[in-house]
């Protein structure tokens, strides 16, 4: 077995081990790379980017479908092989290249799968890789059902995938993912789409008027949202697939997507050779990124146990360890100001706390809330359906929450964000000149 020495060992080339390695590189460090998937990660590949195409295409179809008969005459539908090409035009050649680009840099690059096999390396393709530190960027999996028929589930990259549009799709789980490809699936020209939720609560983490309001603007389109049900058994039918529930109930589709939440990707601690503690968050770290059990090893991205699974944290967390690697200064990172945001048509978008745990926290805030379905930035879309929410420190006038689910709100929210950040107050949004009429100068009748 070949044995190899490295400054730091990286596995995982999404986009947190991207900004890991970029700034190693910069100071001089011999460094691995590691993946047993095509370079580039889940959100450049499997996740945010592609999805953004199909999101975008149905953007366009749902606005133009708004204003039939009112300005507009024979909207547009979604041609979803030309949308496939579309898409993988854009994947193309990626992984490829940015294989070549490392190895250009200086990297040393290995594909195939890495396992732990001490504290200070890691065994792949049979060679041995040891390294002064070791950073884990291995990112987050799709969690997998057990239930009866489990192997006729498809993932949200089957979905992502689909040669040809099926006509009953039904997803399994109330989260992100489930309502932002069932809002593609029916603007692209789905017959059925459904969504089964095993509790009252989908979309759980977000504030949930805005999420009562995204319900039914999805039940107006015609998606099935079924709260309080869970699968117990598929079965193939002559006709497609029968998901049995629960309570007895059962459901025809001819695709089913499970996206019941994401898990940590921990296969490189197999063995437990590397000593490194992790639980079902992930990696346990303390606030420098590093192994609470482990000092060489740091854990960044969606395996690390810090609480969110989202790409622009991941970037910070790669920038951050490659100081605390450094040693030039102990850096941590606050995650109290982080935008997030669902994709679907309206989008919603929340920053901060929510009226439930602002209240669970004892804390004093006004809420300033309200319908925008009569605003003209909403009128002139065709748009039915808008809320928001904004909760104020009655003693700062600082914003601790904003909550949007309305046309831009992906956009409007990371002002608002950028506000909490930099502790803008409330009265300082309003006062602001705003370019108008624009959803960004709304904000002065939110926050007022």
């Known amino acids: 077995m070949k044995k190899q020495n490295f400054d730091t060992v990286v596995v995982g080339s999404g986009t947190s081990a991207y900004f890991a390695v970029d700034g190693l590189l910069r100071h001089g460090q011999q460094v691995a790379l590691i993946d047993e998937r095509p370079f580039g990660g889940t959100c450049a590949l499997r996740g945010c980017q592609p999805k953004k195409y199909l999101v975008s295409n149905v953007e366009a179809v749902a606005l133009a479908s708004q204003l039939e008969g009112q300005g507009l005459t024979i909207p547009p539908q979604t041609d979803w092989q030309a949308l496939q090409i579309l898409k993988n035009r854009f994947l193309e050649g990626r992984p490829e290249a940015e294989l070549r680009q490392w190895q250009k840099k200086g990297v040393t690059t290995f594909q195939g799968r890495a396992v732990m096999s001490g504290t200070d390396r890691l065994t792949v393709n049979n060679t041995v890789l040891t390294a002064d530190n070791i950073v884990l960027a291995t990112g987050a999996i799709p969690r997998r059902s057990t239930i009866p028929g489990a192997d006729y589930l498809q993932d949200s990259e089957a979905f992502l995938n689909l040669a040809q549009l099926p006509k009953r799709i039904l997803f399994i789980g109330g989260g992100y993912i489930s309502f932002e490809f069932a809002h593609v699936a029916i603007r692209a020209g789905a017959e059925e789409v459904t969504i089964l939720h095993r509790s009252a ?25 079924l709260l309080n049900q869970e699968p117990t058994a598929v079965e193939m039918i002559d006709s497609g697939y029968l998901v049995h529930g629960k309570g007895g109930q059962s459901w025809e589709a001819d695709c089913i997507i499970e996206a019941s939440g994401r898990v940590p990707n921990l296969e490189v601690l197999a063995g437990g050779e590397g000593k490194v503690d992790a639980d079902r968050r992930g990696i346990l770290v303390t606030p420098y990124l590093q192994s609470v059990s482990n000092p060489r090893v740091y854990a960044i991205g969606d395996c690390a146990a810090t609480g969110s699974m989202l790409a622009p944290v991941a970037d910070r967390e790669g920038q951050v ?24 048509i309206p989008p919603m978008g929340s920053v901060g706390l929510t009226e439930q745990q602002a209240r669970e926290q004892g804390l004093e805030f ?83």
């Not at 609560?201 to 949202?225: E, H, M, N, W, Y």
């Not at 360890?321 to 679907?344: K, M």
């Open 201 to 225: 609560l989908p979309l759980k983490s977000f504030d949930q008027d805005c999420v009562q309001v995204l319900l039914t603007a999805s039940r107006a389109l015609g998606i099935r949202v």
């Open 321 to 344: 360890v490659v100081a605390n690697i450094l040693g030039e200064r102990q850096q941590s990172i606050d995650y109290a100001v982080v935008p997030s945001v669902v994709f679907t």
């Open 366 to 448: 006004r809420s300033r809330q309200g319908s925008t379905s009569r605003w003209p930035s909403s009128l002139r879309i065709g748009e039915a359906e808008g809320f928001y929410k904004i909760l104020i420190d009655p003693e700062t006038d600082r914003l601790l929450g904003a909550h949007l689910v309305r046309h831009n709100a992906t956009e409007v929210i990371n002002t608002l964000a950028l506000a909490m950040k930099y502790q803008i107050t409330a009265n300082e949004l309003a006062d602001f000149m705003w370019a108008y009429p624009t959803s960004t100068s709304d904000l002065k009748y939110m926050v007022r």
